[in-house]
């Protein structure tokens, strides 16, 4: 702890747990593994009221709040206010800047790619609208993948050209990643960074999160000196505290994979009257629904940090 705050009551909320991971969001997870990783005692709590909230995940200590959309993120934040820097005698060193690009920038960019279009919203819809009335989910993932395609720069003229830059630089970015870690601990040697918690994040996420038939996944599990970098930093900082550890990561069994087994389905009954008129008033409920959605998206804003659900990760 750098600074003079108070970090005794330390709090940082993210959006839920799913796919095996303390919290299944790609921004929140790299601040989950930062604090981690700066081994700084403190409670995870979640909130799945606002789940396009851009000020997910928010740090909070006694009076003192970090939130996402601020200064460059959680721990930009964190960084900048003295609560804990890991980076503040390395940012002056020739690789780190380079690194960060090839990590904040191209893979980032890559991962948003699978998230939003490469698997067609299958994990954002699980991760973000699962807890939510199927059309108000319906109309925020729509939005969401409006909003990352434009960030992603993409059109439907431009849009095989853009997705052979995108995998071409993560696959560039990965190799130079590679080159670099060789068989290091960490990205510099015997100390940890922020460059490691959002490494670390994106790589848990492309590999526990994404198919087995994504594009950005089998790139990543090309560099086994990666997975293996992956598996040792997930093992000490993430599964110490817990009874029982996941299975090495390079044969996590992809959630999309398997093959369910379905019943026979019965023969279908002729609907009643009462039944067919009852589908007919559901017709009218999803349209008085979708109207309270609009109403929903343009008038709810923020996040409510009053309604949290709290676990202890001390």
């Not at 629904?289 to 008038?299: G, K, N, R, T």
């Amino acid at each position: 702890m750098e600074g003079d705050q108070d970090t005794s009551d330390c709090t940082l909320v993210t959006r839920k747990p799913c796919f095996g991971l303390p919290t299944a969001c790609p921004n929140c997870l790299p601040a989950y593994i930062y604090l981690k990783l700066a081994q700084l005692p403190f409670h995870l709590a979640f909130n799945s009221t606002f789940p396009d909230s851009e000020e997910l995940p928010y740090f909070e200590s006694g009076t003192y709040v970090a939130y996402n959309n601020e200064d460059g993120g959680v721990i930009e934040k964190l960084k900048k206010d003295g609560i804990v820097n890991l980076d503040s005698q390395l940012q002056s060193l020739p690789d780190y800047l380079s690194l960060k690009a090839l990590i904040v920038s191209w893979l980032d960019e890559a991962l948003r790619y699978e998230i939003w279009v490469g698997t067609e919203g299958i994990c954002a819809s699980k991760m973000y609208y699962s807890d939510l009335p199927w059309v108000i989910g319906k109309v925020l993932f729509y939005k969401q993948t409006y909003l990352a395609k434009n960030r992603l720069g993409l059109t439907k003229e431009n849009a095989e050209q853009r997705e052979k830059l995108i995998y071409k630089r993560a696959s560039e970015a990965y190799e130079a990643l590679s080159t670099r870690l060789g068989e290091q601990k960490f990205l510099f040697e015997d100390r940890p960074s922020s460059l490691d918690a959002f490494l670390l994040s994106h790589m848990l996420f492309t590999i526990q999160v994404l198919p087995e038939t994504s594009v950005l996944r089998c790139k990543l599990l090309e560099h086994s000196n990666l997975v293996r970098y992956a598996e040792k930093l997930k093992s000490e900082f993430l599964e110490a505290s817990s009874s029982s550890p996941s299975p090495p990561l390079h044969s996590f069994p992809s959630s999309f994979s398997g093959k369910s087994s379905k019943p026979k389905s019965k023969p279908k009954a002729e609907k009643s009257e009462e039944e067919k008129k009852f589908k007919k008033r559901a017709r009218f409920f999803l349209a008085a629904q979708f109207i309270a959605v609009v109403i929903y998206v343009s008038v709810m804003g923020g996040v409510s940090s009053d309604e949290v659900e709290y676990e202890d990760d001390d």
